[in-house]
């Protein structure tokens, strides 16, 4: 095949068709079947190919193209849409009766003769813990995606969705064959719940501050959906399971076959549903995954139960709120009684003390638990617990399992008030606990041990600088034999200093030192990500490494225009202010400046010279040449900043096809305005939209 510059464009076409077909076939053996046959690696390269065609031939791409998958800002507010049929939330009921009393119910409603054997058919499917959500597909390509919102009017979140690889830009077709190929215009709704999987879901916490750390994969994932970046949502990984299928071609197909059809159509079912002929069928469907539950990769809360013969949903109606012919049976919350041993009070990186549980161990959803949480000093207070009481721990849609009662009539003689300290367990200092608050805090952040090891333990961590070696065991002893006071001192150890650490040969240490190394090679998100500032995840440090360019210039702004990057609040802003003003940071910042840490975003160099140098950029209304991401890009190649807001510091106003209110108050306070031609030809340069 000829060189892609020298490619013809009828050439061009076909290897984009090709490649269109061959990313969508993988993303289905990947997220859909779960059989992937080549590797990440070899996926990547296929999609830079396709990008690279792309770049060469812009008339080419097309709106359900694997490479648009990922976006930049969302350019407003969510918009409301209507969704074309309610989207009802389902009853639910918690015990294996009340499913008994609804299956009854339903064959009172249901008319004679639409019944054979003992009774109406349903299907019985796993409740996934997520969010609700309808896709709208018109000849065979997605184009819109909407929460359920009131189940009338939902937020259209179309480019978010568009990020999740387990939703399909284009339908696959039917039964094997091609459906969109002979003009079908048919409109087809999709409906399903976007979910986060467990080990992505530790992985996103890990990445976080630990007082911005979600509770459970289902928050994780309504907050995701939330975002106004879309190139966030598709750093974090959700998946979008199907469960309803609506559209002309289906209306004679009973709900289990129409199940079947979406996996035809390219998308992910789950695959654990069974078609039950009668109640004992569907306990039986319950009590096999009471257990089996616990080994999936994700959170489930419960089976749904759908009356199979579609016909009769309009027959059984609903009520104002959920339909008749399906209903949701909820596993009670995993509970586990066992005995308060002690309690451990930790400092975290920030100083923040949490009371810890430690327990007779005990088995809880598939797990041996020893420890819980108490989350803080109130919850303490609030439960009335004390050491060697009975209690009650739960797992039910968290990671971590909690405390949640005590057994008042079971407290022995023995039983001990917890003793609260005053001061730090690590360091001595004196506990403070900030008005309105209900966390207590350990004000020596500088020296005391405990806040310094987690301090390195999040610097090293994979979404940090990713030392690989540097675990919990070698912190505790270089923090404990003073040979390492912050992260900056990492980078001064040599060999005969690893060696003097337990269990560490010449081999480990040398590879430990060639990690650290390593390390330097990180990207100046990541370094900012590592220092460790309050409320810094690692999200928010791309957004600052992006508006600001470098640590230096971050340094130098104010907390008022800290706040003004876009999702960056006036709380973060001043935290990260702070940050830079003390004087154990700036000491730690030119260790790692003396170590060669990158300190710059990577950006190429431009072509427009500094034509932004200084300058404060906005952008409103939508941009047709550009990507809200890439046109940040070439402002922040040329020296400027983008902020979000119009205020008296913004020097200049983009004005992109139906600019908002973001417009008048710029021309308002006499701020230069532009169009996107003139951005252009300021950048020195036309660039695609790619």
């Known amino acids: 095949m000829p060189g892609m510059k020298n490619m013809r464009k009828e050439d061009a076409a076909l290897e984009i068709e090709r490649l269109h077909k061959e990313l969508d076939r993988h993303n289905y053996l990947y997220y859909v079947l779960a059989k992937p046959v080549i590797s990440d690696y070899e996926f990547d390269r296929m999609l830079e190919k396709l990008i690279e065609l792309e770049q060469e031939f812009p008339d080419l791409r097309t709106s359900d193209s694997p490479t648009q998958r990922v976006g930049g800002w969302i350019t407003k507010e969510f918009p409301s849409v209507t969704h074309r049929e309610r989207m009802l939330s389902l009853s639910n009921t918690y015990s294996i009766e009340e499913v008994g009393d609804y299956y009854k119910r339903v064959l009172k409603l249901l008319p004679q003769g639409s019944q054979s054997g003992n009774g109406p058919a349903f299907v019985a499917e796993l409740k996934f813990d997520g969010v609700a959500v309808s896709l709208l597909y018109r000849d065979g390509k997605l184009v819109r995606g909407a929460t359920r919102g009131d189940g009338v009017q939902g937020d259209d979140i179309t480019p978010n969705i568009r990020t999740l690889r387990s939703v399909p830009l284009r339908l696959r077709g039917i039964s094997g064959e091609t459906l969109f190929s002979g003009g079908y215009d048919a409109e087809i709704e999709v409906r399903g719940e976007v979910f986060m999987r467990k080990e992505d879901f530790t ?40 469960y309803y299928l609506k559209s002309a071609p289906f209306d004679d197909l009973p709900h289990h076959e129409r199940l079947k059809e979406l996996e035809y159509l390219g998308f992910y079912t789950g695959g654990h549903y069974r078609l039950c002929y009668d109640i004992e069928d569907i306990y039986g469907f319950i009590r096999d995954w009471h257990e089996q539950r616990w080994k999936l990769p994700y959170e489930i809360d419960g089976v749904v139960l759908k009356l199979d013969d579609v016909s009769l949903w309009a027959e059984l109606g609903a009520t104002s709120k959920s339909p008749r012919w399906a209903i949701a049976y909820k596993y009670p919350a995993q509970r586990a009684r066992t005995v308060l041993v002690s309690v451990v009070f930790q400092v975290g990186r920030l100083g923040t003390i949490t009371p810890v549980a430690e327990l007779e161990p005990v088995k809880l959803a598939g797990t041996t638990v020893s420890r819980s ?81 987690a301090r390195l333990e999040h610097f090293a961590s994979r979404n940090a600088m990713d030392i690989n070696g540097m675990g919990k065991a070698v912190i505790d002893q270089l923090v404990n034999s003073k040979q390492v006071y912050d992260a900056g001192d990492l980078y001064t150890l040599a060999l005969e200093n690893l060696l003097t650490l337990d269990r560490q040969g010449e081999k480990s240490a040398a590879n430990l030192l060639q990690a650290i190394d390593d390390s330097r090679k990180r990207g100046f998100d990541r370094v900012l990500f590592a220092l460790g500032i309050r409320h810094v995840g690692l999200a928010t440090a791309r957004e600052l490494a992006s508006a600001y360019g470098s640590l230096d210039t971050l340094r130098k702004a104010s907390a008022e225009q800290i706040a003004e990057v876009p999702d960056i609040g006036p709380v973060i802003a001043e935290s990260v202010h702070l940050f830079f003003k003390k004087p154990s940071a700036a000491r730690m910042i030119e260790k790692l400046r003396t170590a060669g840490l990158c300190f710059t975003a990577a950006k190429p160099a431009a072509e427009g010279g500094h034509v932004f140098d200084g300058m404060s950029v906005i952008f409103t209304g939508g941009l047709e040449r550009h990507t809200r991401e890439k046109a940040a890009d070439l402002v922040h190649e040329r020296g400027g900043k983008v902020v979000s807001s119009v205020s008296k510091n913004t020097d200049l106003v983009v004005a992109g096809a139906r600019p ?31």
């Not at 050491?387 to 009650?392: G, I, Q």
């Not at 417009?663 to 790619?690: H, N, P, R, T, Y």
């Open 373 to 453: 949480t108490l989350h803080n000093l109130d919850e303490i207070e609030r439960l009335d617990v004390r050491l060697n009481d009975t209690v009650e721990i739960e797992k039910a849609g968290e990671i971590i399992p909690k405390v949640i009662s005590i057994v008042k009539e079971e407290r022995p003689e023995n039983a001990a008030i917890i003793t609260v300290p005053e001061v730090c367990p690590s360091c001595g200092t004196p506990l403070e606990r900030p008005p309105d608050e209900v966390n207590v805090y350990c004000p020596n952040e500088e020296t005391c041990p405990a806040q310094v090891k």
């Open 203 to 242: 992985a996103l916490n890990g990445s976080r501050p630990e007082d911005e750390q979600f509770a459970n994969p289902r928050n994780a994932t309504a907050g995701t959906l939330k975002l106004q970046d879309s190139a966030e949502v598709a750093r974090r990984k959700l998946f979008f399971v199907a």
């Open 660 to 690: 908002g209110s973001k417009l008048e108050k710029a021309l308002k306070l006499g701020i230069k305005v532009i169009s996107e031609v003139e951005f252009e030809e300021m950048v020195g340069k036309s660039v695609g939209s790619g």
